[in-house]
């Protein structure tokens, strides 16, 4: 997936226009990681760093900073796409950044992972069709029987299937200012809808409601216009996404309908089901579904004012 | 309640024994705040700091640090308890920092002062008495003509009052190593349980689910001993504190039922409740209200055998 690189130059493809003067990363041997990128709404953000540490410093959160402690870096690289990077963390297990951006980390992927599949696919009778894209490799799942893996771009990927041909479509993608712009815009969310059954589920990455609730009421406003069966904004914690918390946008076609906030199937923290797959769930079970779908008045009525207007 | 400082020194009462070698902070001339410290366990976490930020790194949350951008520190100094800073962040608002730990920022605060206010008083009918303690000056409710506030030692005061005073107790604490400490032992859960009065409540902080677990474990076997009408954990997003999540207890004293999760006050997003206080609710409503008591399953599985165990 990815080239191998030792103290690899890297940009950070956060904003556009991309003519903004970024800048390099540089890897120095005490084991601590500097990013330094140009900014001109933000000129401060520049030469910010803890020695030893990594912080994720961006335009997408200005102003703020969550760092976390490198003890060894174990891969840096650039690949066709993305700049990765992988290193064990002092108190979070192997975190694996892409584009500056902590993406995952051992010690809390168990929230973001289990959430934005089972938000889905417990919500539907027999989920058997599943698209995963973008899982990164430290996932067991691959190793799964049932799985089959289709390395390559998504959107070209979803355009090319059958109308539908999936029960359930899963998005994780990066942050929608960048290389995963297009899985934010209504072309892909069309193409989404037409690879799904009737009434078949999406769960795509929707961003934070303490940072970006202007990204989320155009996600809405878009899912409301092509998702006809119904649209609704799902949140989890995440220690190391900033702000601390993420959404999913869990939305499903015309057909059957799919009533998100309480799963048909319904797995709780003592079910042997948690037990049938590779490991047991850590996080999910079904009460943390349904509250999952309660959101605080803020957020409440940016996206229900939203839903109206359509 | 404290004097004035200029470049004040700091020293950190994270951790017990105190003679573990505490340094200055250090306040230099452009802003920025350094922090230095000395732990045995953590002796890398010296000297972490990035220029022009302030950066809340502590043998608590050991290997990871959230900073925010300083724009003008508005006051620092010394209480007789704790070390006091404000400062003018570039996208949190003002920050209030004791010790050395964030403990509001003007955007985030909503979250956690309705949450540890109103999942309290909306489970009881008719809250009239209520002893509020440790509330930062910035709270628009000292205003309100039903306060009464008493500044003292908010435990020698709970100690004094006849028994069965109070409908509520909430407890906004500080962290439970420090001077805060004495608010998470058996002792003081007494004093509450007998100023309250049967079915009274009291809602007290209780820490992070992601970075706590074994005090969060002590917090509610002392709580299941005293408090013998109910005991509850329920948590809240609050990006700006460690994890970005916080949790609190929400137990009951003996008498007329409190169903914690069920509030007997509703409060919706568009309630003209809303309106009666000095401002409309930013974050709590009765769907929140019920979601924070639904727990991730790592969560669940520790304070249920906690419970079962008693």
Known sequence: MAETGSAAATDFPLKRPRDDGEKEAN?????????????????????????????????????????????????????????VMVFQSSTYGKVLILDGVIQLT??????????????????????????????????????DPRVTLHIGDGVAFLKAVPEGTYDAVIVDSSDPIGPAQELFEKPFFESVAKALRPGGVVSTQAESIW??????????????????????????????????????MLCSTEGPPVDFKHPVNPIDADDSNC???????????????????????????VIESKNEKI
Not at 31 to 56: A, H, R, T, Y
Not at 114 to 120: A, K, Q, S, V, Y
Request: one cysteine or more; hydrophobic letters at 35%; aromatic letters at 12%.
């Open 275 to 301: 037990n049938s797959s590779k490991g047991p769930l850590k996080f999910y079970n079904s009460e943390i579904h349904t509250a999952a779908f309660c959101l605080p008045t803020f957020a409440k009525k």
């Open 211 to 248: 940072l970006h609730m202007h990204i989320i009421e155009d996600i809405v406003a878009n899912c409301r216009q092509i998702f006809k069966g119904s649209v609704n904004y799902a949140w989890t914690t995440v220690p190391t996404y900033p702000s601390g918390v993420i959404g999913f």
């Open 27 to 83: 890897n120095n041997n005490n084991g601590s990681v500097l990013m330094e990128m140009d900014s001109n709404k933000q000129p401060d953000c520049i030469s910010s760093v803890i020695p030893g540490w990594f912080s994720e410093i961006s335009p997408m959160w200005p102003g703020e900073a969550h760092s976390l402690k490198v003890e060894k870096i174990l891969f840096q690289g650039k690949s066709d796409y993305q700049n």
């Open 106 to 143: 051992e010690r809390d992927e168990c929230a973001y992972q289990e959430m934005i599949t089972h938000l889905p696919l417990c919500s539907i009778p027999n989920p058997k069709k599943v698209s995963k894209q973008f899982f990164p490799d430290v996932a067991v799942g691959f190793e």
